[in-house]
């Protein structure tokens, strides 16, 4: 009987031998969706986010502080500046939930709408101390050099002035009713209103100054923190194949540079706003920031304080309502911090 032939040896392409003489069967073909799917920075840092539970829920009041600011003074049959001297000074009560000033006025609607003021001096001075400590920053640490020995030493001058002090002098100077800054406020109030002599306007012109000057001055810390992620970013692979195809510095700096600096730079923009918000409860405390008839929680809480033995309702609210929103914004800030950092791990 001849002997049976040896078995052949697979080949590396071949596909194995079913048992019982069957076909084949090929490979299933691979899944587009059993891919693990990418993830964004953003998409990362919401993740992490909510994973930090005080955050969100800061996140959560402060966002209902603000939605209350807007809709409470407007929903109220009270009005912020309506006085009634009978019934003067009044505590808490079903009529009056926060209770009522010397002059009668609900404090409630005047607690709201100082928050839309205090909201709003923090929201907008942080934007621009947001704009020129971003454009400052980035161009210094973009260029280096002497462009950024000189900008940088303009930026320390700056900084032996104490903050306060040079708002206040600011607010001195610039925030009354005869200087050149208030002349040229009232001829482009003109072309919006009829009497823009009206004194009724000039508690506005007010708050603008507090706007320029808190925001004119607290952006030096923000041009440092640009300038140093500018200056570990710019020898970047991603910038030398940028700069290589012909982009311009503005584009390298505000296209490339600045969007891969966001993480730090959205970070202590969330920790400014509370910073200036304080700044200007105190320079209202002190009867340079908002004035009568507008309120603002530094403003109320500066009347408040001269008869808190007598009325402390007059203190306790718009207080409470400052101190809320200022932890708020701190454990939020510290959130996103976690949240935007990159080393930490994908878990």
């Given at each position: 009987?001849?002997?049976?032939?040896?078995?052949?040896?697979?080949?590396?392409?071949?596909?194995?031998?079913?048992?019982?003489?069957?076909?084949?069967?090929?490979?299933?073909?691979?899944?587009?969706?059993?891919?693990?799917?990418?993830?964004?920075?953003?998409?990362?840092?919401?993740?992490?986010?909510?994973?930090?539970?005080?955050?969100?829920?800061?996140?959560?009041?402060?966002?209902?502080?603000?939605l209350?600011?807007?809709?409470?003074p407007?929903?109220?049959?009270y009005?912020?500046?309506?006085?009634?001297?009978?019934?003067?000074?009044?505590?808490?009560?079903?009529?009056?939930?926060?209770?009522?000033?010397?002059?009668?006025?609900?404090?409630?609607a005047?607690?709201f709408?100082?928050?839309?003021?205090?909201?709003?001096?923090?929201?907008?001075?942080?934007?621009?101390?947001?704009?020129?400590?971003?454009?400052?920053?980035?161009?210094?640490?973009y260029?280096?050099?002497?462009?950024?020995?000189?900008?940088?030493?303009?930026?320390?001058?700056?900084?032996?002035?104490p903050?306060?002090?040079?708002?206040?002098?600011?607010?001195?100077?610039?925030?009354?009713?005869?200087?050149?800054?208030?002349?040229?406020?009232q001829?482009a109030?003109?072309?919006?209103v009829?009497?823009?002599?009206?004194?009724?306007y000039?508690?506005?012109?007010?708050?603008?100054?507090?706007?320029?000057?808190?925001?004119?001055?607290?952006?030096?810390?923000?041009?440092r923190?640009?300038r140093?992620?500018?200056?570990?970013?710019?020898?970047?692979?991603?910038?030398?194949?940028?700069?290589?195809?012909?982009?311009?510095?503005?584009?390298?700096?505000f296209?490339?540079?600045?969007?891969?600096?966001?993480?730090?730079?959205?970070?202590y923009?969330?920790?400014?706003?509370?910073?200036?918000?304080?700044?200007?409860?105190?320079?209202?405390?002190?009867g340079?920031?908002?004035q009568?008839?507008?309120?603002?929680w530094?403003?109320?809480?500066?009347?408040?304080?001269?008869?808190?033995?007598?009325?402390?309702?007059?203190?306790?609210?718009?207080?409470?309502?400052?101190?809320?929103?200022?932890?708020?914004?701190?454990?939020?800030?510290?959130?996103?911090?976690?949240?935007?950092?990159?080393?930490?791990?994908?878990?």
């Amino acid at each position: 009987m001849p002997a049976a032939p040896p078995p052949h040896a697979a080949a590396p392409g071949d596909l194995p031998a079913v048992p019982g003489g069957a076909a084949p069967r090929p490979a299933a073909p691979l899944r587009l969706d059993a891919l693990e799917q990418g993830s964004s920075l953003g998409r990362d840092a919401w993740r992490r986010l909510r994973k930090n539970r005080a955050a969100v829920a800061c996140g959560v009041v402060l966002v209902a502080m603000i939605l209350a600011c807007i809709l409470v003074p407007e929903l109220s049959s009270y009005q912020y500046d309506k006085a009634d001297l009978k019934l003067g000074a009044q505590p808490p009560s079903l009529a009056h939930w926060m209770g009522t000033d010397y002059f009668g006025r609900d404090l409630m609607a005047r607690v709201f709408f100082g928050g839309r003021i205090s909201f709003a001096v923090g929201i907008v001075a942080t934007l621009v101390s947001f704009v020129i400590g971003v454009s400052w920053g980035g161009v210094a640490g973009y260029f280096g050099g002497k462009v950024d020995a000189i900008m940088m030493r303009i930026v320390d001058v700056l900084y032996t002035f104490p903050f306060l002090i040079l708002v206040i002098l600011l607010m001195v100077f610039f925030a009354n009713d005869q200087t050149a800054l208030y002349r040229a406020w009232q001829v482009a109030l003109g072309l919006f209103v009829q009497d823009p002599s009206d004194p009724s306007y000039f508690p506005i012109f007010q708050i603008v100054v507090v706007f320029a000057a808190l925001g004119g001055i607290s952006w030096l810390t923000m041009a440092r923190i640009v300038r140093g992620q500018v200056i570990a970013l710019r020898s970047q692979p991603f910038i030398e194949s940028a700069r290589s195809i012909g982009v311009g510095h503005a584009a390298l700096i505000f296209r490339h540079l600045v969007p891969n600096a966001l993480g730090p730079i959205i970070v202590y923009t969330t920790l400014t706003i509370p910073e200036v918000m304080m700044t200007e409860a105190f320079l209202s405390f002190l009867g340079l920031g908002t004035q009568e008839p507008l309120s603002s929680w530094g403003l109320l809480a500066s009347t408040g304080a001269d008869a808190m033995d007598l009325f402390p309702w007059q203190l306790i609210f718009p207080a409470l309502m400052l101190a809320l929103t200022l932890i708020c914004f701190n454990f939020l800030g510290d959130g996103l911090r976690d949240a935007l950092d990159p080393r930490i791990r994908k878990d």
